[in-house]
């Protein structure tokens, strides 16, 4: 079955520094989706990527999603404490979406002050 | 508007209990997905009800089951528990189908097996 690869699991940086998550699909997918999640919360939408190579920007966060539609990346530029948690993406695979998301493991971001 | 809400937020049964869990999607929304968080993995897909329809299933054994309602509310149902059922429960709504469409997450059902 599909599977989403995230990495790095754990990532520790300064305040101030960038941060960047990469997610990787065994699969095509029709779309990726990146979520938020706090430790004791739930997922919460941050986008939605749909085309190959699509490029999408929210302030600081920086989404990619790779030409062959398998690769995406998440990149935060000058992290703030206000970063700190869970960033998780979900692969919907090709095919009109019955079967749900994959989601990887998440990237844990801890931001030391 | 009330987002996703579900019902209880948190659970303890003992092993070969079952458990039925509840949930109410945004106004409007068709699809209700539930899926399950096991403490430091990503959420795992288990159903997806569209339009009271199944629509989609995950690798889980048939101790797992779903229903959805005409006013798309949903509940799954979890017979004879397992020590390794213990996780977040959570339900996810959206317009359309969920693969094609921003999925909505409720605050979850914290599921305890002893």
């Known amino acids: 079955g599909q599977q989403v690869m995230q990495i790095p699991q754990y990532q520790h940086v300064q305040e101030g520094e960038d941060f960047t998550t990469y997610c990787n699909s065994s699969t095509t997918l029709s779309n990726i989706q990146w979520y938020k999640q706090r430790p004791g919360g739930h997922p919460v939408f941050l986008i939605q990527l749909v085309k190959s190579g699509e490029v999408k920007k929210q302030k600081r966060l920086t989404f990619q999603f790779g030409e062959a539609k398998k690769n995406s990346s998440l990149h935060i530029t000058a992290t703030q404490t206000t970063d700190v948690g869970t960033y998780v993406c979900?692969?919907?695979?090709?095919?009109?979406?019955?079967?749900?998301?994959?989601f990887g493991k998440g990237t844990h971001l801890i931001i030391q002050p | 508007d009330a987002g996703v809400t579900q019902s209880p937020t948190h659970l303890i049964k003992t092993r070969g209990q079952h458990v039925t869990l509840r949930c109410s999607p945004i106004?409007?929304?068709?699809?209700v997905s539930w899926y399950q968080q096991v403490l430091g993995q990503g959420p795992q897909f288990i159903f997806q009800?569209?339009?009271?329809?199944?629509?989609g299933r995950g690798n889980f054994p048939d101790r797992f089951s779903a229903r959805q309602f005409p006013n798309y509310s949903s509940e799954l149902n979890v017979n004879a528990l397992l020590l390794g059922d213990s996780a977040l429960y959570l339900c996810?709504?959206?317009?359309?189908?969920?693969?094609?469409?921003?999925?909505?997450f409720g605050p979850g059902t914290r599921l305890t097996v002893l």
């Open positions: 009800y569209y339009e009271k329809e199944e629509r």
């Open positions: 996810a709504s959206s317009l359309e189908l969920a693969g094609a469409d921003t999925q909505y």
């Open positions: 979900a692969g919907a695979a090709a095919g009109g979406g019955a079967d749900g998301l994959t």
């Open positions: 106004s409007g929304h068709k699809s």
